[in-house]
């Protein structure tokens, strides 16, 4: 008899600015999957939060994957319920039923509602395993304000940056700013990525309008320091004993490896992969991705970017717990040139996720009611 293949939720979509993204990156991961394996549950979640086991027609690309059924214009909606461990996704329209369970839930959500912890802690609540880093690491690691406070508490090498909340406005000096960090400088949302609300500001005149555009996105802002350097970044995978990919070089053709550079004009960068890198400087940033790693309690996947300034000093600039999975991501590409093909890497992360769930229900949730005394002493 053969064995059942195990069951994975391949969240996607997203309430984020970076929806379009996670579509793309799920009908990479839904191409790659192991079918003999794997068998994989397409959950989409539209721009109003919305869950759905089927598909809008305008999100699949003809010959991408095998959705079935999901590739429909009709609109089931289905929640995930905690209740019996583990949890169960619901169908709410018209009849409420329970769907066959998925024994893990891959989540490749981008940003705000996915990244930041948010479904991490719904799938821990509903006991099921989840593709990633857990709660902690998810949401200490998007806000990039307490990532950045974390890695230089722990005397990891980090650009000058400040931190600027909504309502410090009225009482911002726009001069001081640039007095601090210099220009050209960097203004990014705290909790976001895939360069999404990111601009380079190269006159004083262009600070105010390229904070207001930051904070459309989010109530935190970063402005950091701009930093004359090689992009570099690096693959990290494991769980308690992570290991590191090769290091990719990127090089930008816009005014930085802006969204229209990653997703939308295919000459907006190059690559070079492996980079070219002294043996010494490549043993350094692998090590320094993987302490990063553990100093922000990661788990599972994790890409880290960094800029390499003078050719021997290091910076990190920041971790990405679900990165882009497309099927021009640096996460997956990485890994392919260091030995481990998309459909590997994928099972691995599942694996890993496994692992790390087993591990958690053996923890025990009752109090022993029993105090020792000094009389119970020997």
């Not at 549950?41 to 059924?69: H, K, Y």
Request: aromatic letters at 8%; a negative charge; charged letters at 25%.
């Amino acid at each position: 008899m053969s064995e059942r293949k195990i069951r994975v939720g391949v969240v996607f979509g997203g309430m984020s600015a970076e929806h379009e993204v996670s579509v793309q990156s799920a009908r990479n991961i839904l191409k790659a999957i192991d079918r003999t394996r794997y068998e994989p549950v397409p959950v989409f979640i539209d721009r109003q939060g919305c869950w759905s086991t089927t598909l809008p027609r305008n999100l699949i690309e003809p010959g991408t994957t095998a959705l079935s059924s999901a590739q429909t214009d009709s609109y089931t909606s289905i929640c995930l319920t905690p209740g019996q461990s583990p949890g169960r996704f619901l169908h709410l329209f018209p009849d409420s039923y329970q769907l066959e369970p998925v024994d893990i839930v891959f989540p490749v959500l981008h940003g705000p509602f996915g990244e930041d912890g948010t479904i991490q802690g719904l799938l821990r609540l509903a006991g099921i395993p989840c593709v990633g880093s857990d709660v902690l690491g998810s949401a200490v690691s998007m806000d990039k304000d307490v990532m950045k406070r974390l890695l230089r508490c722990a005397n990891l090498p980090v650009a000058r940056f400040i931190t600027l909340r909504r309502y410090e406005l009225s009482t911002l000096d726009p001069g001081t700013i640039t007095e601090e960090l210099g220009l050209p400088l960097f203004v990014k949302p705290a909790n976001l990525g895939s360069s999404v609300g990111i601009s380079k500001v190269k006159e004083p005149g262009e600070l105010l309008q390229a904070i207001h555009e930051a904070f459309r996105y989010d109530q935190k802002i970063l402005l950091e320091e701009y930093i004359e350097g090689r992009e570099i970044e690096i693959s990290v995978l494991g769980n308690d004993t992570p290991i590191a990919s090769l290091p990719g070089e990127i090089i930008p053709r816009h005014e930085f490896y802006s969204y229209q550079a990653k997703y939308i004009d295919k000459n907006g960068a190059s690559f070079v992969l492996p980079a070219r890198l002294k043996p010494e400087v490549q043993n350094s940033i692998q090590d320094l991705a993987i302490h990063a790693f553990r100093v922000l309690e990661c788990t599972g996947m994790a890409r880290v970017d960094f800029f390499l300034r003078h050719q021997t000093e290091i910076l990190i600039n920041e971790i990405n717990t679900i990165p882009g999975f497309t099927d021009i991501s640096m996460y997956p590409r990485l890994w392919e040139i260091s030995g481990i093909s998309q459909p590997e890497l994928i099972d691995r992360l599942i694996r890993l996720a496994l692992e790390r769930h087993e591990k958690t229900q053996k923890l025990s949730i009752n109090v022993d009611r029993y105090v020792h005394t000094e009389e119970d002493q020997p």
